[in-house]
């Protein structure tokens, strides 16, 4: 059973910088894809960013193109979020989830195997 487990949250003032780290154990991480997705308050959960088990292959959404960064080091088992330029918008709860596959879409939340339990971002103005 794979588990994930996300850290680096916190209070941020807009224009600031956060770094969300996941880790995970239990699997083969090395041949999983990663993504990361947010859920603010009344809303549903939406896809953030995703990378491939290659370290090479990236998705964006739109509204973080520029501003945030995805990244993951094998080694480690473990995967970044790194995020500049936050905006109160940014605020949510961040997820870690992973896809047990080489393959296949990795940008919706229903494409996900496995979740992290998320950490919080708040941005204020």
């Known amino acids: 059973q794979v588990q994930l487990a996300e850290s680096g949250g916190g209070l941020v003032q807009a224009g600031g910088s956060l770094r969300l780290s996941c880790a995970a154990s239990?699997?083969?991480?090395?041949?999983?894809?990663m993504g990361w997705f947010r859920q603010a308050p009344g809303k549903e959960r939406e896809f953030v960013a995703a990378?491939?088990?290659?370290?090479?292959?990236?998705y964006y959404a739109d509204s973080v193109k520029g501003r945030f960064t995805i990244s993951r080091d094998n080694a480690k088992n473990t995967v970044y979020l790194q995020m500049n330029s936050l905006k109160p918008e940014d605020t949510a709860v961040y997820y870690c989830a992973a896809r047990a596959s080489i393959r296949g879409r990795i940008v919706t939340p229903d494409d996900m195997d496995y979740w992290g339990k998320g950490t919080l971002v708040t941005v204020s103005s």
């Open positions: 239990g699997g083969t991480f090395s041949s999983y894809a």
């Open positions: 990378i491939r088990w290659n370290g090479v292959d990236t």
